[in-house]
């Protein structure tokens, strides 16, 4: 079924009280409609045949008792104050709060499947959210204009949220707003000539969320990261007088700056200036727990363009780990000097530093007055280590044993076999120029036989390890060793050849028994 309305010149719109729609095969709204009543979905699917058309509602929101609600535009048209939760999850449901119009949730939850928005050009208050229970839930973008009042509740976002004409379009005064997307979401204000600029009060950022700031952020109360931060360059996120948490899990990312005037900012995630390289700053105090870690990326000598840094204008506190990331194959030589953080003072040191490294250089961590420097050295000489190993042969055969091929060093010097120690060694030993080993058993030995060596990494390093070899026996022919006595015998006729032992004719040299 299809609800329209025709009347050439002056627009397309369709007025009714109360409307009940039950039809299992839907209704299709062709031109605008108004609701002045409640509108009921009980059975099929409620939707607009074009995205231009909305349901407009101007004194209650409709009620879903069964169907889909997929109308592209809901637009509250009046004065609404909800009585009961409210959930519309198609995405193609979007709502939209008009100019002089005003919904208040009222201690229920409100879920939108599309995009939400509140209107600009009027002095009324267009989102009304005093409760502690108030919920509103956008999976589309949500776009604040005009005035609203967020006294509490949580707003629930899992799209981009742009603020809009006025800066009075979200008041810091106690609504939580937690990002909870699974892409990219975009924090912006809007307002030409003025500056850019958004307030929140309180912010949590889930595990899933990435969040991106391409304006300043001012947030008069706490601000929880468990997802992905950035903060952009020339960009800033205030922070009012809580804290700044970047929990275990969450990582505080970009060029922008973090202005903590009171609250330290608090790491025990992790913070990772720039976007490839980059100097992220944070104005006022910084504070990392054994649970964070500061990550610079380093691609070459200049900071900044070529490796990150962090600027703490106030006192730094370090623990945790600091990660050295080497990026775009750049390897440094000794001597190439990072300075990966800068700082007023500082107390603390990180724990552990985390790199990797050609095991000829290693990065040494010194602490400075204002800062932390890396510095590149010639790695310290660590001895090699050699392990067992274990061979076969076969009685009276060689064999060649590589030795080095198990053996290790964490500098990556080329190992040398120096020395055998043969005390209690059965066969003979051999060392070939390329640092292999022939072991030959002595002759018509079969068993166990081992013996040691010694590895050498041409610094002064050097260990030793002991190879175990197994000689397998060979199994010989028995030999005659006498002849069989002789015994005569007629012709056509039988006898028996007798004689004590096997042994007495024949022989095994290995000793086998004989049947």
């Given at each position: ?35 002045t009543g409640q509108l009921k979905l009980q059975a099929g699917t409620a939707l607009s045949q074009a995205a231009g058309f909305a349901a407009n509602f101007t004194s209650a929101l409709p009620k879903i008792e069964n169907g889909t609600y997929a109308v592209h535009n809901t637009n509250i048209a009046g004065t609404l104050v909800m009585n009961e939760d409210l959930a519309l999850p198609n995405p193609a449901a979007s709502l939209t709060i008009l100019p002089k119009q005003s919904l208040t949730l009222n201690g229920h939850t409100l879920e939108i499947g599309g995009h939400f928005k ?398």
């Amino acid at each position: 079924q299809t609800v329209a309305f025709e009347k050439p010149g002056t627009g397309n719109r369709s007025f009714v009280k109360d409307m009940t729609l039950r039809n299992p095969a839907g209704v299709s709204f062709a031109s605008d409609i108004f609701i002045t009543g409640q509108l009921k979905l009980q059975a099929g699917t409620a939707l607009s045949q074009a995205a231009g058309f909305a349901a407009n509602f101007t004194s209650a929101l409709p009620k879903i008792e069964n169907g889909t609600y997929a109308v592209h535009n809901t637009n509250i048209a009046g004065t609404l104050v909800m009585n009961e939760d409210l959930a519309l999850p198609n995405p193609a449901a979007s709502l939209t709060i008009l100019p002089k119009q005003s919904l208040t949730l009222n201690g229920h939850t409100l879920e939108i499947g599309g995009h939400f928005k509140t209107s600009a050009f009027s002095a009324e208050k267009h989102l009304i959210m005093n409760n502690a229970s108030d919920r509103l839930i956008v999976s589309g973008n949500a776009t604040f204009e005009g005035l609203n009042v967020l006294q509490a509740g949580t707003i629930v976002l899992r799209g981009n949220l742009t603020q809009a004409i006025s800066a009075a379009a979200i008041q810091p005064e106690g609504t939580t707003f937690v990002f909870d997307g699974t892409n990219v979401q975009v924090v912006s204000f809007e307002r030409p000539g003025t500056g850019n600029r958004s307030y929140l009060h309180e912010v949590t950022i889930n595990s899933t969320a990435s969040v991106r700031a391409i304006t300043d952020v001012f947030v008069t109360g706490q601000i929880n990261n468990y997802g992905r931060f950035e903060v952009i360059d020339t960009r800033s996120l205030f922070l009012g007088d809580a804290a700044g948490i970047n929990h275990q899990g969450g990582m505080l990312v970009g060029n922008g700056t973090v202005n903590t005037p009171t609250m330290s900012f608090t790491n025990e995630g992790i913070v990772r200036p720039g976007a490839l390289f980059g100097i992220m700053r944070i104005a006022g105090p910084y504070r990392q727990l054994p649970a964070g870690k500061l990550t610079i990326t380093i691609g070459g000598l200049q900071a900044g363009t070529q490796y990150s840094r962090l600027v703490v204008s106030g006192d730094a506190t370090l623990d945790g780990d600091l990660e050295l990331e080497l990026m775009n194959g750049f390897t440094p030589s000794v001597g190439d000097s990072f300075r990966v953080m800068e700082f007023g003072a500082a107390t603390g040191q990180f724990r552990q530093v985390i790199s990797k490294l050609p095991k000829n250089v290693e990065f040494q961590v010194r602490y400075k007055a204002t800062g932390v420097d890396v510095v590149t050295v010639a790695a310290t000489n660590r001895a090699p280590l050699a392990q067992n190993d274990s061979a076969a042969t076969r009685m009276n055969h060689p064999v060649t044993i590589v030795v080095l091929q198990n053996d290790l060093d964490d500098n990556e010097d080329a190992l040398q076999v120096t020395a055998l120690d043969l005390t209690n060694t059965i066969g003979k030993v051999e060392i070939a120029g390329d640092s292999s080993v022939t072991y030959i058993p002595q002759e018509n030995f079969y068993g166990e036989d081992a013996f040691g060596y010694t590895v050498d990494d041409g610094r002064g390093g050097i260990s030793s390890a002991r190879v175990y070899v197994t000689i397998a026996r060979l199994n010989r022919q028995p030999v005659v060793v006498t002849s069989i006595p002789e015994v005569a015998v007629n012709e056509n006729s039988s006898a028996n050849v007798l004689f004590n032992k096997l042994s007495a004719v024949f022989s095994d040299p290995d000793g086998d028994a004989l049947t």
